[in-house]
């Protein structure tokens, strides 16, 4: 199979979908492999180490988004490039079509691609490997950035002076979280690491008994009720706001009144940005000014924030999907989602039709469903991979 891996084109992104060895292993189990010329260099892969694993470099945009059969991306195309794409494409991306405008799945639609959301891939309970991949790298740069906007540079840098971890006969700084997912549960497990005190807040009992479980009991957990998240905020030196709904705007659990019980140049790490965000004062930020306050109070609202550590979420990326992209680049697309069930619930659209429950809920579309789609859990002597 023809496979493409187009030079990203989104805003502050730096990541490639496809390292140079996983480009390697495709090229050995017999694919083409084509590279927009550059897409690797922010990621610290020049193209001739592409060149170099077997993959022709590729200078012309067109081509790139016409000549493979399966585009590997990080984000899809532009949405002035969807009715570029040929027809029986298949398109790896984090897609995100339930928050799509109308118009652009329509033309998804018409263009008859088939939209795979990296996203979406996920098992029989909700567990999403490649978010969650992302989600663990996150986590722990949340914590590099609230340790150093707590910091006073005298560069504009206006923190509260406090040092994460502390120091002997000097207390460390208090961290707490909003979400005990995988994003929330990483970015404690760093704090801890560097010796602060960290509590976490969920609205269910059951993932904060696993977080307990996995990071032993220097971990303070508390229910997210109303009066709980006051008391927490009003002690944190560090609120992260983790919280997230599947398929759904991030809960606003942090009204702008609310900035006044916290501590004043206390820092507002807002990772549910992406969906929204969980502060009613958070709104989206960039390098290199990541930061802006309101009512004395520091926000850090960076969406994609994997990117800023694009090499390293790049083989994270690589490594999670390649299993994935080799099996529909081996089999197709439909014989690939009989066998990776996790694959079947990420197929968004295919061949012009929506076979995504979710989707064509939020959107109001016809849904096609039938094998290899309709996967709700894995079948008796099934497969899930």
Same mark, same amino acid.
């Given at each position: 199979?023809?496979?493409?891996?187009?030079?990203?084109? %989104?805003?502050?992104?730096?990541?490639?979908?496809?390292?140079?060895?996983?480009?390697?292993?495709?090229?050995?189990?017999? %694919?083409?492999?084509?590279?927009?010329?550059?897409?690797?260099?922010?990621?610290?892969?020049?193209?001739?180490?592409?060149?170099?694993?077997?993959?022709?470099?590729?200078?012309?945009?067109?081509?790139?988004?016409?000549? +493979?059969?399966?585009?590997?991306?990080?984000? +899809?195309?532009?949405?002035?490039?969807?009715?570029?794409?040929?027809?029986?494409?298949?398109?790896?991306?984090?897609?995100?079509?339930?928050?799509? %405008?109308?118009?652009?799945?329509?033309?998804?639609?018409?263009?008859?691609?088939?939209?795979?959301?990296?996203?979406?891939?996920?098992?029989?309970?909700?567990?999403?490997?490649?978010?969650?991949?992302?989600?663990?790298?996150?986590?722990?740069?949340?914590?590099?950035?609230?340790?150093?906007?707590?910091? $006073?540079?005298?560069?504009?840098?206006?923190?509260?002076?406090?040092?994460?971890?502390?120091?002997?006969?000097?207390?460390?700084?208090?961290?707490?979280?909003?979400?005990?997912?995988?994003?929330?549960?990483?970015?404690?497990?760093?704090?801890?690491?560097?010796?602060?005190?960290?509590?976490?807040?969920?609205?269910?009992?059951?993932?904060?008994?696993?977080?307990?479980?996995?990071?032993?009991?220097?971990?303070?957990?508390?229910?997210?009720?109303?009066?709980?998240?006051?008391?927490?905020?009003?002690?944190?030196?560090?609120?992260?706001?983790?919280?997230?709904?599947?398929?759904? *705007?991030?809960?606003?659990?942090?009204?702008?009144?609310?900035?006044?019980?916290?501590?004043?140049?206390?820092?507002?790490?807002?990772?549910?940005?992406?969906?929204?965000?969980?502060?009613?004062?958070?709104?989206?930020?960039?390098?290199?000014?990541?930061?802006?306050?309101?009512?004395?109070?520091?926000?850090?609202?960076?969406? $994609?924030?994997?990117?800023?550590?694009?090499?390293?979420?790049?083989?994270?990326?690589?490594?999670?999907?390649?299993?994935?992209?080799?099996?529909?680049?081996?089999?197709?697309?439909?014989?690939?989602?009989?066998?990776?069930?996790?694959?079947? *619930?990420?197929?968004?659209?295919?061949?012009?039709?929506?076979? %995504?429950?979710?989707?064509?809920?939020?959107?109001?579309?016809?849904?096609?469903?039938?094998? +290899?789609?309709?996967?709700?859990?894995?079948?008796?002597?099934?497969?899930? $991979?």
């Amino acid at each position: 199979m023809r496979i493409g891996i187009p030079k990203e084109t %989104h805003a502050h992104e730096r990541r490639v979908a496809l390292t140079p060895s996983g480009v390697r292993t495709l090229v050995q189990e017999g %694919h083409e492999l084509y590279l927009e010329s550059g897409a690797g260099v922010e990621a610290g892969h020049a193209d001739s180490l592409y060149e170099a694993a077997g993959a022709r470099i590729v200078f012309d945009r067109m081509e790139i988004l016409l000549r +493979p059969e399966l585009l590997s991306c990080v984000h +899809p195309p532009r949405t002035d490039e969807f009715r570029l794409l040929p027809a029986n494409q298949t398109v790896f991306a984090f897609w995100g079509l339930p928050a799509a %405008h109308p118009e652009d799945i329509a033309q998804l639609l018409s263009s008859g691609v088939t939209a795979v959301g990296l996203e979406a891939i996920e098992d029989a309970h909700g567990n999403a490997p490649i978010l969650t991949s992302m989600s663990e790298i996150a986590g722990g740069l949340s914590v590099v950035f609230g340790a150093g906007a707590l910091l $006073n540079t005298g560069r504009g840098q206006n923190g509260r002076g406090i040092l994460l971890g502390g120091a002997p006969g000097v207390p460390p700084a208090h961290f707490v979280v909003l979400g005990a997912g995988v994003l929330g549960t990483s970015a404690a497990r760093a704090a801890m690491g560097l010796g602060a005190q960290v509590s976490m807040l969920d609205v269910a009992i059951e993932p904060l008994r696993r977080a307990r479980e996995a990071l032993g009991p220097g971990l303070t957990t508390m229910l997210a009720t109303p009066p709980n998240i006051e008391k927490a905020i009003a002690f944190a030196d560090v609120l992260l706001c983790a919280a997230s709904v599947h398929g759904q *705007r991030a809960p606003l659990l942090i009204r702008r009144e609310m900035l006044a019980l916290m501590r004043p140049q206390s820092v507002i790490l807002d990772l549910s940005i992406d969906m929204g965000g969980c502060a009613e004062t958070s709104r989206p930020t960039s390098f290199p000014d990541p930061t802006y306050t309101v009512d004395g109070i520091i926000h850090f609202c960076v969406p $994609n924030l994997p990117s800023v550590a694009a090499r390293s979420a790049t083989l994270a990326l690589t490594s999670v999907q390649l299993p994935y992209i080799s099996a529909v680049a081996r089999d197709g697309i439909e014989s690939a989602a009989l066998e990776h069930p996790r694959l079947a *619930r990420g197929v968004y659209l295919h061949q012009g039709a929506c076979v %995504h429950p979710s989707l064509a809920r939020v959107h109001g579309l016809a849904l096609t469903p039938g094998p +290899p789609w309709a996967t709700p859990r894995t079948p008796s002597g099934g497969k899930e $991979n």
